[in-house]
Every structure is written in structure tokens, then in C-alpha cells.
């Protein structure tokens, strides 16, 4: 079992930054990649970023290429995803997941890959 919570969601103005943190805990951290996706309402949950084991790899959907990173920690078990230049469209809950498939590259885009989930944080940007 593995146990993720987010942290760092809120209401920010449009232009603003926001930095999520999701908390793992219950496996070893580096045996699994992790994952960012957000659903907003009225809208299938969809892909946001991915960060494989070590944080050799990572991937990123295209409407938040260029204005966010995520990145890893893996002595304090944690995952990031720094989003800046926000925009009200990406207003969603934000969720992270954990992917325990084999492989040390792996950054899945599907939510089908991944195994565990958050509760998700609520990122509001105003215009």
C-alpha cells in the first residue's frame, strides 16, 4: 500500500505561482514514478506531468510545458510539481499518483498506469 497526500493548492491570481507537494509514504519511495494529473469540472482527469524513479526522466502535457517542473525527493519522500505563469484554465484538483510498474524510466500519461492516488489539492487561479 502506498499513501499519498497533497499539499500547496489554493486560490492564486492569474500570472501567480503555486508550488503542490504530494507526501508519500508506505513503500520505498524510489521503487515507484509518480505522477500529476488534474480534473476539472465537467472534464475527465487528464495528464499534467510525470517524474520517473530517480528523476532521470520526466514528461509533461503540452498546456503546461514551459511553465511547470516537477521534480523529486526522494530522502524526504516527496514529489513537486512548481507551476508558474497560471492561467484560470488550470484551474482543477490536482492529484498525484504513484506508478509501481517495473522500470526505471518510466512516465506514464494515463491514469490507467498508475496504482495509488491522492485526494487531490484545489488549485484556483482568478482572472
Known amino acids: 500500500q502506498v499513501q499519498l497526500v497533497e499539499s500547496g493548492g489554493g486560490l492564486v491570481q492569474a500570472g501567480g505561482s503555486l508550488r503542490l507537494s504530494c507526501a508519500a509514504s508506505g513503500r520505498t519511495f524510489s521503487n515507484y514514478a509518480m505522477g500529476w494529473f488534474r480534473q476539472a469540472p465537467g472534464k475527465e482527469r487528464e495528464f499534467v506531468a510525470a517524474?520517473?524513479?530517480?528523476?532521470?526522466?520526466?514528461n509533461y502535457a503540452d498546456s503546461v510545458k514551459g511553465r511547470s517542473t516537477i521534480s523529486r525527493d526522494n530522502a524526504k519522500n516527496t514529489v513537486y510539481l512548481q507551476m508558474n505563469s497560471l492561467k484560470p484554465e488550470d484551474t482543477a484538483v490536482y492529484y498525484c499518483?504513484?506508478?509501481?510498474?517495473?522500470?526505471?524510466?518510466?512516465?506514464?500519461?494515463?491514469?490507467?498506469?498508475?496504482?495509488?492516488w491522492g485526494q487531490g489539492t484545489q488549485v484556483t487561479v482568478s482572472s
Open positions: 499518483a504513484a506508478d509501481l510498474r517495473p522500470g526505471s524510466l518510466n512516465t506514464g500519461v494515463s491514469a490507467t498506469e498508475y496504482d495509488y
Open positions: 517524474i520517473s524513479r530517480f528523476g532521470g526522466s520526466t
